[in-house]
């Protein structure tokens, strides 16, 4: 069994593929697989694989119809062989010495995070070395200003063994995936092991999902929300607060800069009964509630900074 595999869905990217498969390829760390999956490219992309797979050993291609990153990394993630799984986006990259780090670390720890570094900017989350549980290291980490969104999935290597007896995979179908998914990874990993080292370069660029703000993105946040309110608002046992405000903050996105006709057609996808028992951990919540009950524009102002 290898000790990696690293997941890279790939989706028309042609000209930023280079760069991804070139960083992998030069890691200082041997053992290890490359999974890219070809979701449906109408572009290059498939063909660069090609070429990449020819002279690249650990490499291997996963051909499957368009379904989404969700999709693509579910179908990585189940040919996977290695230890554990890391993601990394088709048109980002890595540090040469990634593998060898998460190898230095990974002992059994269920998931293994790292530093990533915005390459517009040249901005970094400044991260400091830490071990917790996965419940803890999230209340405590989630709700923090940072470069990168805590939920991102590429700034994590995660055991597969953890994934599967979990049964922990991405929501097929919708935007924003790792909002629905990180939460429900951490309140299960019995372990987490922090690296401040910079091991992931996140290109930012336009019409990618992280910038997406259009009507399909709000109507998949409504049903994130819905599916963390279910989650968590049956859960007994652990502290809620703060993936209750990281509930709100889906819906201030969800609800934010839009017309009274699509605030409707938002509000005909929430699932009041969840919401509702999701809001009863504290009185902020229950705020929330009503004033969404009230009106799109009522929970506009209350959460307005």
């Known amino acids: 069994?290898?000790?990696?595999?690293?997941?890279?869905?790939?989706?028309?990217?042609?000209?930023?593929?280079?760069?991804?498969?070139?960083?992998?390829?030069?890691?200082?760390?041997?053992?290890?697989?490359v999974v890219c999956v070809n979701d449906g490219s109408t572009d290059g992309s498939r063909a660069k694989l090609a070429e990449w797979a020819a002279r690249y050993p650990?490499?291997?291609?996963?051909?499957?119809?368009?379904?989404?990153?969700?999709?693509?990394?579910?179908?990585?993630?189940?040919?996977?062989?290695?230890?554990?799984?890391?993601?990394?986006?088709?048109?980002?990259?890595?540090?040469?010495?990634m593998l060898e780090k998460l190898?230095?670390?990974?002992?059994?720890?269920?998931?293994?995070?790292?530093?990533?570094?915005?390459?517009?900017?040249?901005?970094t989350d400044r991260l400091e070395a830490e071990e917790a549980k996965g419940w803890d290291y999230y209340c405590?980490?989630?709700?923090?200003?940072?470069?990168?969104?805590f939920v991102c999935v590429w700034q994590r290597a995660y055991r597969r063994e953890f994934l599967n007896n979990n049964q922990l995979r991405f929501r097929e179908?919708?935007?924003?995936?790792?909002?629905?998914?990180?939460?429900?990874?951490?309140?299960?990993?019995?372990?987490?092991?922090?690296?401040?080292?910079?091991?992931?370069?996140?290109?930012?660029?336009?019409?990618?999902?992280?910038?997406?703000?259009g009507m399909r993105s709000k109507e998949s946040l409504v049903l994130i929300g819905n599916e963390l309110s279910e989650l968590f608002g049956m859960m007994?046992?652990?502290?809620?607060?703060?993936?209750?405000q990281a509930?709100?903050?889906?819906?201030?996105?969800?609800?934010s800069d839009n017309t009274r006709e699509e605030d409707r057609h938002l509000l005909r996808l929430l699932d009041w009964k969840a919401y509702r028992r999701a809001s009863r951990t504290k009185a902020r919540h229950r705020v929330n509630y009503m004033a969404m009950r009230i009106s799109p524009q009522v929970f506009r102002l209350v959460n307005r900074h």
């Open 173 to 213: 179908g919708i935007l924003h995936e790792d909002n629905q998914f990180t939460p429900r990874v951490c309140v299960v990993a019995g372990s987490v092991r922090v690296l401040p080292d910079v091991l992931y370069y996140y290109r930012v660029r336009e019409g990618s999902i992280m910038t997406t703000r």
């Open 58 to 97: 650990q490499m291997r291609i996963v051909d499957r119809e368009n379904g989404g990153l969700s999709a693509a990394r579910n179908s990585g993630t189940d040919v996977a062989e290695g230890e554990y799984i890391v993601y990394v986006d088709s048109d980002d990259w890595v540090a040469p010495d």
């Open 140 to 149: 405590r980490h989630a709700l923090e200003a940072r470069v990168v969104p």
């Open 1 to 33: 069994m290898k000790k990696f595999s690293v997941v890279v869905p790939v989706y028309n990217v042609e000209a930023y593929l280079d760069d991804c498969l070139r960083s992998l390829q030069a890691q200082r760390y041997a053992d290890y697989e």
């Open 247 to 255: 509930l709100t903050h889906i819906y201030q996105m969800a609800f």
């Open 236 to 244: 007994e046992g652990i502290d809620r607060t703060v993936v209750y």
């Open 103 to 123: 190898a230095a670390a990974a002992d059994g720890t269920d998931i293994v995070c790292y530093a990533c570094r915005r390459t517009d900017n040249e901005q």
